[in-house]
């Protein structure tokens, strides 16, 4: 494995550990030991530790869709992209059952060792996301092409030097902060995965370790939701940060 695609499966790892983290100790605490407000800092600085750990090798992509919208619109090279994504993705379910080690006993804990999909029990939404009751899966798929969208325009931002972009170290809080902004302004709704590694790589983990092909179909087969829209959401962020700032800074040195 390349040092930048390894730097990305590591990245990953981290990432997805302590955002997963944080929402199975906020379930199986039954909110004794956790909140909204807990999970939605902690997802950003996880984040943040995330693009710290990979961002010197692979600059801390940590999404699929960020890494295909560069490709689009930031010449990152194409044939690196299946490599880094399947290393987000491995990485991802290698942070699921670190979660899954940690926590195993809490979880059966809390469901007798019956992994449940849905119910008051259920556990699977501890590593994947699913929709309010009320969310049809159009109404989820722009819930997730609208918040990539601004993930992306976020951190084409920060990193444009062109523009008002940071030193590059004060980069990865930042994102970590914009991650936070996300999920407090748009969690409601299907719980902001905005990254199809962050939540296929988990249900996968989820299908193979007791909760069975069920997470694949809970939710009228919401699965693929939060990988089509984001990937759809970032290219949407990035042609449109291009369109409306890029166009009008051309020329004045670098960009992310």
Same mark, same amino acid.
């Given at each position: 494995?390349h ?21 199975a100790?906020t379930?199986?605490s039954?909110d ?6 807990a ?21 801390g ?17 194409w ?11 491995a990485?991802?379910?290698a942070g ?9 006993? @809490? ?5 007798? %060792?019956?992994?449940? =999909?849905?119910? &008051?029990?259920?556990? +699977? !939404? ?5 929709p309010q ?8 798929l ?9 993930l992306?325009i976020?951190?084409?931002a ?43 790589g988990?249900?996968l ?8 092909? @069920?997470v694949?179909t809970?939710?009228? %087969?919401?699965?693929? =939701?939060?990988? &089509?829209?984001?990937? +759809? !959401? ?23």
């Open positions: 494995m040092k930048d695609t390894l730097a990305e499966f590591f990245g990953t790892l981290v990432l997805i550990a302590f955002g997963l983290g944080v929402v100790q379930i199986l039954r004794a030991n956790g909140s909204f407000l999970i939605n800092i902690c997802w950003g600085l996880a984040v943040m530790l995330g693009v710290y750990v990979s961002g010197g090798l692979s600059g992509h940590l999404n699929p869709a960020v890494t295909i919208a560069l490709a689009v619109r930031r010449g990152f090279p044939a690196k992209v299946p490599l880094f994504v399947l290393a987000q993705v990485g991802a379910f699921a059952a670190l979660v899954f080690l940690v926590y195993r006993e @809490a979880l059966t804990a809390f469901d007798g %060792g019956i992994r449940q =999909v849905e119910g &008051a029990t259920a556990t +699977a !939404g501890i590593f994947s996301t699913g009751p009320f969310v049809s899966l159009a109404g989820g722009v819930d997730q092409i609208v918040g990539t969208a601004l992306m976020g951190v084409l920060i990193g444009d030097r062109r523009n008002s972009g940071p030193p590059a170290w004060m980069a990865p809080p930042l994102v970590g902060g914009l991650v936070v902004a996300i999920g407090m302004a748009f969690g409601y709704n299907a719980g902001y995965a905005i990254n199809p590694a962050r939540d296929f988990p249900r983990f989820t299908a193979v370790a007791g909760w069975g092909p @069920a694949f809970t939710a009228n %087969g919401w699965w693929w =939701v939060p990988i &089509a829209g984001p990937i +759809a !959401g970032a290219i949407i962020g990035a042609v449109a940060y291009d369109l409306c700032i890029g166009s009008s800074l051309e020329g004045r040195g670098d960009q992310a």
